[in-house]
């Protein structure tokens, strides 16, 4: 009885030293297939059964609406534009969602493929550190991925995140074993998981550039060794040319992206742009970080204990068990922390899921280092015990001691893990019941469970795209008519919506500029991030009363008041505010003012009275500058736009400007003239708020073919 555990405890707590090195023992050897498939199943289970629990309770989120309104797209090319408006987005996890879209469009089915992926990452994390530091290490990094909250919070999320932390973690893999074998099957796994891993997210450059550093290293010291023995280095050159190939093929791979990815560069509202580095690196600053990450308490002195335990096993010369992890932290930080500077300890938490699968490797280490010194010292105390305990010497008792070390190093393991899975308890249940974000499903059942007929929606506040994008997704997942309306983007289908309407309900984002009065009629309903006003009265009362008391909040639905009166046979615009579309030359600086100017591959329409624009994969506009404004006047900027024959996408912006600021209208994003083949009448109407103001209109087609603007006309509302 005691040979079989003694063999099996040897088995599992395995030393880092030698965890690639098969035992020559022939009853370990056939207990093999069972120690293989154990920990994967485990680990599955436990991994699963944390991340589809209740993984469809909550209604999807901001975020996570952006990704499911890919399957609203009606073809796999569709999808790839949609993927593309998002500049700070790579394709992968959208285009994932759309060849799944046969799951359904609920909650759980979206969320499925994220919940496997984190499943997958739990075991792929001991597969890894099995190969990298031993089964003590994989073991321990396993159950650190599978229960700790940051794990489980972004493997119930349909983004990124998670399939970034799976494809990093198989990357890293692969280039440990591309590393330390090298066939040319291996070089190209890396090299594909590495232009998967960039299609995942542009924060995977750092993990690709630290898996290849790693494997370019390891070769080269091989190289180097073979240099200083005066041994045939044809093999250790073949290797480095492997290597510098994978990577070029990795850059090959990336090349269809990467006018995206200069774009996202070239933006300061997007990425690292975002970080405030003015912020000074405070201790609660970090603690509330480390928090986030779940590297607190217990894990975070893991994670130094790791770090150590790497670092001596560096200066021992124990490079495989050490190197990947250490580059593999230490890495993109620095890169973190050149971008974002002191700022980095305010970076979103989702932005470190890079670097967090190696900080979970580290604490591994120091859960095995720990056990190793536990070892260490047992071994220490029965040799100083030795002449006190000469029974021990006795063969039949000494075949226990090795079971008892054993033993203990399991011990000592299960312990520590214990301690990190009761301080995550907490927090685990914590994530289960909190909400994380706009409860759109609840917004839309409330109103298809009052009205038969499907209302329109009338939305205002801070943020509308946000509302919009929510209420429409749900009334499309289920199979509703209902009509979403942006009170700042109206045009005239929009117009005709609001005035055809049997019933008009009012929604907005619950941000804090919206004031406690409501317009008479309902008490406001509120469904976590978005507030709702049933319906009341005649929907022509009812769109100017919401819209007067809109206006104490949003000052700019001041004209979009005046435009819905207008509309209703109130009163007429003013006169016309604009010269007819002319030809111009392209000018290198500001557009002069009161004219229009055309960049190159725009050209007035035969007509006279548009533009026609030949964009050819860049953003090329028709630019109007005036100053002829009056302070606290109302307009209405009017143009149609056909972007039928177009790739890509035409967009109406209003830019404001005085001199101590601008704005850009509707709201920031511009007017989106909506995609098809019919042609839509773009309404903007805004109002003027500060003195000395300069206008500028942009019309701007964006992707490959042609767009039309007809008939732009600008005209105060008195």
Known sequence: MIAPMRLAFARLSRASDDAGTATADNRIHRLDPFLFFAPIVVLAALSASLRFYCLGCRSLWLDEVATASVLMQPSLGAALSYAATWTDHTPLHFLM????????????????????AGTLA?????????????????????????????????????????????????????????????????????????????YTGYLALTAVGVAYAYAGLVRLWALLADLRSRRDLRASLIQVGLCCGSGAATAIAFLPWLGHFQEFLSRSDLGFG????????????????????????????????????????????????????????????????????????????????????????????????????ADWAYRLLTRLLRSQLSQLRNPARQSILPSARSLLHVAVCCVLLTMVGLDALPADAAAYHGAKGSDYRGAVDRILSSDSTPPAVLVVGQNPDWVISG??????????????????????????????????????????????????????????????????????????????????????????????????????????????????????????????????????????????????????NAIYATQSLTAGGNYLLSVGCDPHALTGSLHVFVVLQWSTGSTVLPDGAGYSCP????????LIPFSVTAPSTTMTIWLRASGVGTGTFSDPSLRSLG
């Not at 580095?277 to 308490?297: E, M």
């Not at 509703?480 to 117009?495: G, M, T, Y």
């Not at 995609?675 to 773009?682: L, T, V």
Request: charged letters at 15%.
């Open 122 to 198: 739990a075991v792929a994390m001991y597969r890894l550190g099995s190969k990298v530091a031993g089964r003590t290490v994989g073991w321990a990094a396993g159950l650190l991925m599978a229960g700790l909250p940051f794990a489980i919070f972004y493997s119930q999320e349909s983004r990124p995140t998670i399939l970034m932390v799976l494809v990093t973690v198989a990357l890293m893999s692969a280039a440990h074993a591309a590393a330390h074998r090298g066939t040319v099957l291996q070089w190209a796994l890396l090299a594909v998981l590495a232009a998967i891993d960039l």
């Open 471 to 620: 209420l429409r997704y749900y009334a499309w997942a289920r199979g509703s008519s209902l009509q979403v309306i942006d009170a700042l983007k109206l045009n005239s289908e929009s117009l005709a919506t609001l005035q055809s309407a049997t019933s008009l309900w009012t929604a907005g984002w619950a941000g804090p500029t919206v004031p406690a009065a409501d317009p008479a009629g309902p008490t406001r309903e509120w469904y976590a991030d978005v507030w709702l006003l049933p319906a009341w009265g005649s929907v022509a009362s009812r769109s100017e009363t919401i819209l007067d008391w809109a206006q104490q909040f949003e000052p700019e639905l001041g004209a979009a008041r005046k435009l819905v009166a207008f509309t209703s046979g109130h009163g007429t615009p003013g006169p016309e505010l604009l010269p007819p579309p002319t030809q111009s030359a392209a000018e290198a600086g500001p557009p002069f003012v009161d004219r229009w100017t055309l960049q190159p591959h725009v050209t007035v329409d035969g007509t006279g009275t548009g533009f026609v624009l030949q964009p050819a994969g860049n953003d090329i």
């Open 274 to 373: 975002r970080v405030d580095s003015s912020q000074p690196i405070t201790a609660d600053a970090v603690s509330a970080l480390l928090a986030q990450l779940d590297l607190h308490g217990i894990v975070f002195w893991l994670t130094l204990t790791g770090i150590a335990t790497a670092l001596v096993d560096l200066c021992r010369r124990r490079t495989d068990a050490a190197l990947l992890p250490l580059l593999w932290f230490f890495l993109p930080l620095a890169f973190f922390a050149l971008r974002a500077g002191p700022g980095i300890v305010t970076i979103w938490p989702r932005y470190f899921a890079i670097v967090y699968p190696a900080a979970l490797l580290l604490a591994a280490m120091g859960v095995s280092g720990l056990a190793r010194f």
């Open 675 to 682: 995609a098809g083949s019919a042609s839509a009448n773009a």
């Open 97 to 116: 969602t759309w060849l799944l879209a046969p799951l359904g469009r609920d909650e759980f089915a979206v969320r499925i493929p994220y919940a496997v």
